[in-house]
């Protein structure tokens, strides 16, 4: 075992020795990577990662639920000063359920169960109101917190106590409400509306009116109402007009990027609108036969009367001209005992049409239009380069849409070709300073991720080459290896000193005369006397 283990160190050893200084530095500086990317490795895959158990927590809440969890040997973090507890994410279902069984968080919040677990005989009115109140209270909070972009939400009603009378008139309840928003978000119209609506259907008898929202910012949230809309009017015409200017601007824009190139044109426009929204009723009555102004015979009556001979005397004053009475009958009369009588009645009912309008003129009218067009000739440093032509060109294509735009009802008179130049400005200068249009693109990965993913490619790519080279010299050391070598003969060397008693002896007596030279001093006088 020994000799394999020394075989393969000779081996590790040999080929070590044979490598040059550059090649040795690769080898380590592979090595160190390695053992690094491994390291980080490890350390990602290994790391707990901590997940929130419970947000937006008192401190009681959050000491009664870390001390459980430190019962329960489970290692946990506190994080947003103290207000959020997190837990490995590993043990965050579990552990929701676990608590949830014990009661935990405890909001110190009353809401409908209460009645079902507490209720009893023994409770007073004023009691069950307040209890009452507290719950539709928590209620109505926890609902506001299911709404998008609420974190939490505190809310105050105010109940008026009834009459004692039925006649007595109630009071309108009151609310107050106090939502902590998450950082950033912005609420809709549609949002506050609906929220509005929640509240104030929510508690009995309380209007929109009386209900105040505002934020932990003491920004309220107003509703809208027809009582309320100045702002959101004006709100709602500058809107349509900077769409108008905008939608403009953009047509005209892509057309001069299409002649002159991206980025040698820039637009500006200015639009003048009309809001007035006009409603109109007409009760109209026309003749079917316009020709002739008739209309059609619905129904028709015609009586004809005739008298001649002698008789009474007719009544009524003697007259000798035609008479017409109130119905419009004509008649004759005449004087004396003989006479003739006529009576003709035509009565004719016509039809004609009758016409109810309702019109309702459409608002956003333009009433007047101006488009600026700043150009860049070709070459910048020469105004000139661009010829007159295009100039014209462009004028021209700007006359058509300022024509095409502007609404004829609005203006007296139709526009002369004077008037529509005098809406038009085409200024070519050349450009010191553009701006930047280009929009980043969203989803990209940053620049660090391709520089570290090239890293660890390129050390694969070397460990890997490293590795191949590594193997293939090592074949080649054991086929070295295996070669059959021969013996090498000894040849001791003649100034080598061949050990024996008389050169142990004079290297003791020299070693003492060096350490001890009095010793050896007496020694010699000893050895003197003898002989």
Request: cysteine-free.
């Amino acid at each position: 075992m020994n000799e394999i283990i020394k075989k393969y160190a000779n081996q590790i050893k040999n080929f070590w020795l044979s490598r040059t200084k550059k090649q040795k530095g690769i080898y380590i500086g592979s090595l160190l990577l390695l053992i690094a990317v491994i390291a980080i490795s490890s350390f990602f895959i290994l790391k707990t990662t901590y997940v929130p158990l419970y947000s937006n927590l008192s401190a009681s809440e959050a000491g009664t639920i870390k001390q459980s969890l430190d019962t329960k040997g489970v290692k946990s973090e506190l994080a947003d000063g103290g207000t959020t507890i997190k837990v490995p994410d590993n043990v965050v279902d579990s552990l929701k359920v676990q608590l949830a069984s014990e009661g935990l968080p405890k909001t110190g919040s009353i809401d409908y169960s209460f009645f079902s677990q507490n209720a009893g005989l023994g409770t007073t009115d004023n009691e069950f109101n307040m209890i009452k109140l507290d719950a539709m209270q928590t209620e109505l909070a926890n609902l506001i917190k299911g709404i998008e972009g609420v974190q939490d939400a505190k809310v105050m009603i105010n109940l008026p106590e009834k009459g004692i009378f039925v006649t007595d008139k109630g009071e309108s309840a009151s609310a107050s409400i106090v939502l902590t928003v998450k950082p950033g978000y912005q609420f809709s119209e549609a949002q506050i509306k609906g929220l509005y609506q929640l509240v104030s259907k929510s508690v009995p008898n309380l209007p929109t009116d009386n209900i105040v929202i505002m934020n932990q910012y003491f920004e309220y949230f107003d509703l809208n109402n027809k009582n309320n809309s100045i702002a959101s009017t004006y709100s709602t015409d500058n809107d349509v007009k900077k769409q108008i200017e905008r939608d403009i601007q953009q047509q005209v824009q892509t057309m001069l990027g299409t002649l002159m190139g991206p980025g040698k044109a820039v637009v500006s426009v200015s639009a003048d609108i009309d809001f007035t929204q006009e409603k109109q009723q007409q009760d109209l009555v026309q003749p079917v036969d316009k020709d002739n102004m008739k209309g059609i015979a619905v129904s028709a009556e015609n009586i004809k009367e005739a008298f001649t001979g002698n008789g009474s005397q007719a009544g009524g004053t003697p007259q000798a001209e035609t008479t017409t009475d109130s119905s419009g009958s004509n008649y004759l009369s005449g004087t004396g005992s003989n006479g003739d009588y006529e009576k003709t009645d035509d009565k004719v009912n016509y039809e004609v049409n009758r016409i109810h309008k309702q019109i309702s003129e459409s608002p956003y009218k333009i009433r007047d239009l101006g488009i600026q067009v700043l150009v860049e000739p070709p070459n910048p440093k020469k105004t000139s380069s661009l010829s007159k032509s295009t100039i014209n060109d462009i004028t021209s294509i700007l006359g058509t849409i300022v024509r095409t735009s502007i609404d004829k009802s609005s203006i007296p008179k139709p526009l002369t070709n004077q008037d529509i130049k005098n809406k038009i400005v085409v200024s070519v200068q050349p450009f010191n300073g553009k701006t930047d249009t280009t929009i980043a693109t969203k989803g990209s990965l940053p620049w660090w991720a391709f520089v570290v993913g090239g890293v660890l490619l390129a050390a694969v790519l070397v460990l890997l080459f490293l590795f191949l080279r590594s193997k293939k010299a090592a074949r080649m050391v054991e086929g070295i290896e295996d070669v059959p070598q021969e013996e090498t003969v000894h040849i001791p060397d003649v100034n080598e000193e061949h050990e024996n008693e008389n050169t142990l002896r004079r290297k003791q007596l020299e070693k003492m005369a060096k350490d001890h030279p009095e010793d050896f001093a007496k020694l010699l006088r000893t050895w003197i006397a003898e002989e």
